[in-house]
T-cell receptor
Framework: EAQVTQNPRYLITVTGKKLTVTCSQN?????MSWYRQDPGLGLRQIYY???????DKGDVPEGYKVSRKEKRNFPLILESPSPNQTSLYFC???????????FGEGSRLTVL | AQKITQTQPGMFVQEKEAVTLDCTYD???????LFWYKQPSSGEMIFLIY??????QNATEGRYSLNFQKARKSANLVISASQLGDSAMYFC??????????????FGAGTRLFVKA
């Protein structure tokens, strides 16, 4: 089954404690991205990757890091989480055309 | 810069009636794609329908159709014969073409649809 898998689905952490949200896709997509969803703001792109070792900032990259060492994996790293990073996070991948996004199930992160 | 606007935070519709969810966009790239996604209360994001900027006809997928008015830069989603299961958040999204980078898909703020029995 074609899917994007994120882990963990739910996480409560404290300010400053580094965490990683993993994302893996099995569709051989070159493009992957991370979004955060906040009420009233829709989904905002954090980082995206066009292929292995190629990443770029989205609209809200501050406080986040990513890496793309393998085609299927695109982890999101919060080096020093802060309460304003409390959000619902989605990983997504897509093919070239038409380019609809395939989303993971979401990771709800709370930073205390 | 590209922008997506959904002006209806919430809408109600009677079961079995049609409903239109509004979406306007702004881009300077002549090549772009428009998408609609559904997010039920369970939280997952579900792709509904796609319209390319050069497509001559409005896209349709079952009960979903996209009313594409290029000159007005609008891409409204029409859901016919609403069902209770259509109650969800709906997001309009746009991805610009290769000339503008084509790597970012941006989303509107969403419209929450409530279907009444």
């Amino acid at each position: 089954e074609a899917q994007v898998t994120q882990n963990p689905r739910y996480l409560i952490t404290v300010t400053g404690k580094k965490l990683t949200v993993t994302c893996s896709q099995n569709m051989n997509h070159e493009y992957m991205s991370w979004y955060r969803q906040d009420p009233g703001l829709g989904l905002r792109q954090i980082y995206y990757s066009m292929n292995v070792e190629v990443t770029d900032k989205g609209d809200v990259p501050e406080g986040y890091k990513v890496s793309r060492k393998e085609k299927r994996n695109f982890p999101l790293i919060l080096e020093s989480p802060s309460p304003n990073q409390t959000s619902l996070y989605f990983c997504a991948s897509r093919d070239t055309a038409p380019g609809e996004l395939f989303f993971g199930e979401g990771s709800r992160l709370t930073v205390l | 810069a590209q922008k997506i606007t959904q002006t209806q935070p919430g809408m109600f519709v009677q079961e079995k009636e049609a409903v239109t969810l509004d979406c306007t966009y702004d881009t300077s790239d002549p090549s772009y794609g428009l998408f609609w996604y559904k997010q039920p209360s369970s939280g997952e994001m579900i792709f509904l329908i796609y319209q390319g900027s050069y497509d001559q006809q409005n896209a349709t997928e079952g009960r979903y159709s996209l009313n594409f008015q290029k000159a007005r830069k609008s891409a409204n989603l029409v859901i016919s014969a609403s069902q209770l299961g259509d109650s969800a958040m709906y997001f309009c999204a746009m991805r610009e073409g290769p000339r503008a980078g084509g790597f970012k898909t941006i989303f509107g703020a969403g419209t929450r649809l409530f279907v009444k029995a």
